[in-house]
């Protein structure tokens, strides 16, 4: 077993705040980034970005509508049952379904995985409940090859739990087991935006004044007593008295300016580095530097595709695989996140597209009202019909409901009976 692991089975992580002992300081030794930040996953949510990322992520996901479907032959119907209870409703007695995926997020956004123990009663599930990711180890059985869950509770007692036992989520993995903490392998990044909050934090606290130094024309006799009345007199926190200096002596400023250093350009492009890091639009996080009205709509919805469609397949498959028995998805079983309602745009968009499937034949009035949460128009009133334009039919349907006149003159029966003439009377051929 190598140092780190050593320090992790000694110490839990969430003792990086607390006063450190021997292996605490040797585990945050090992921790530590260049900047000389201590960057773990409990002290990067100190960054602003970085909890706002996992924030936006959490909440996004765990407001989706979350059910239990059967493929039908006309579709898919839900499935009102206890799984979908657990999923939509309550995950369990002490913690609602919005709250349970909310939390099992933060826990993957964070570690890279996220746990959580099934509780079950005649072999259906009927409640979840979420293990800290931090306790929890994952490990391929050598005799027989299954995978096992060691869980190590507050009293360092371990539990070992089998696969169909635990619902986990697994992040970006090397082995498609355990997945990797993006804040381990975004330390440096993170401890860079760590370094420049305490940075900031110290200089507006000395009140945004620089180091000086104090210069003299001969030799100080006494410097540490020189330094000491000087920080006295006028060096206290947000002091703004005036220093009288004496026998010639002269202040220099010797730190670098925050202009220079170019703070707030690192504090910014930090911010858009942990945005990448998690793939989050900017503007999410409001910074709105590069957002026009003309384009949030459309990174709203790259968003939804390309950020958090991922993770709500990690969800469908993880739940489909542990929650669902073999029976159940060979009857049509599966779990669904729906993500329409973030991708419906504005008023307008919607209306028109409406408008476009209405026209076509594959919308009727009942489905715009079900997109739109509206109650449904009765099927005797017309509310399931589907209507297409009557000037848009196929060739073949034109053709048999008026079919050609018997001299092959492309005349056509009215629809009195009567033939139309294919062209007015004296036009020239071709006419």
Excluded at 208 to 225: F, I, N, S, W, Y
Excluded at 309 to 315: C, K, L, S
Aim: charged share 25%; net charge negative; glycine share 10%.
């Amino acid at each position: 077993m190598g140092i780190r692991k050593a320090a992790q089975a000694l110490f839990s992580r969430r003792s990086d705040e607390d006063e450190p002992g021997f292996w605490t300081s040797l585990y945050q030794a090992i921790r530590r980034t260049d900047s000389g930040e201590l960057v773990t996953e409990g002290s990067a949510l100190r960054v602003a970005s970085v909890y706002a990322c996992v924030r936006i992520l959490a909440e996004d996901l765990a407001a989706l509508p979350f059910g239990v479907y059967r493929t039908t032959a006309d579709g898919k119907d839900r499935v009102k049952g206890p799984l979908d209870r657990l999923l939509h409703d309550m995950a369990s007695p002490d913690m609602t379904a919005y709250s349970f995926r909310e939390t099992m997020m933060l826990w993957l956004l964070l570690w890279g995985n996220a746990y959580a123990h099934i509780e079950r009663r005649a072999g259906y599930p009927v409640a979840l409940w979420v293990l800290p990711a931090d306790h929890v180890e994952v490990k391929r059985e050598r005799a027989d090859g299954r995978l096992t869950y060691h869980v190590r509770d507050d009293a360092g007692r371990t539990v070992v739990y089998g696969a169909y036992e635990i619902l986990h989520i697994p992040g970006l993995s090397f082995d498609g087991l355990v997945g990797l903490s993006p804040i381990q392998y975004a330390a440096q990044a993170i401890g860079l935006a760590l370094a420049t909050e305490r940075f900031g934090a110290q200089f507006f606290g000395n009140g945004a004044a620089p180091t000086l130094a104090l210069e003299h024309p001969g030799t100080v006799k006494d410097p540490k007593r020189l330094r000491e009345n000087f920080r006295a007199a006028y060096g206290g926190r947000n002091n703004r008295g005036v220093a009288v200096l004496e026998e010639g002596m002269k202040v220099e400023v010797i730190s670098v300016p925050p202009e220079s250093a170019q703070f707030l350009e690192t504090r910014k492009f930090q911010l858009t580095e942990i945005c990448r890091i998690y793939r989050i639009p900017p503007h999410l996080v409001q910074h709105l530097e590069n957002a026009t009205f003309s384009n949030i709509e459309h990174q709203s919805i790259d968003y939804v595709q390309h950020t958090l469609v991922p993770w709500m397949v990690r969800w469908e498959q993880a739940v489909d695989a542990r929650l669902l028995t073999d029976v159940e998805r060979a009857d049509g079983l599966y779990v669904k996140l729906n993500a329409n309602a973030l991708v419906r745009g504005d008023f307008k968009s919607r209306m028109d597209g409406y408008a476009i499937g209405r026209q076509n034949g594959f919308l009727s009035t009942n489905d715009i009202r079900r997109l739109e949460d509206l109650n449904p128009v009765p099927a005797a009133n017309g509310g399931d019909a589907y209507l297409v334009n009557g000037n848009m039919i196929s060739l073949k349907a034109a053709m048999e409901a008026r079919p050609m006149n018997s001299k092959g003159g492309g005349a056509t029966d009215g629809p009195d009976g009567t033939q139309d003439d294919p062209q007015p009377a004296g036009a020239p051929d071709g006419v």
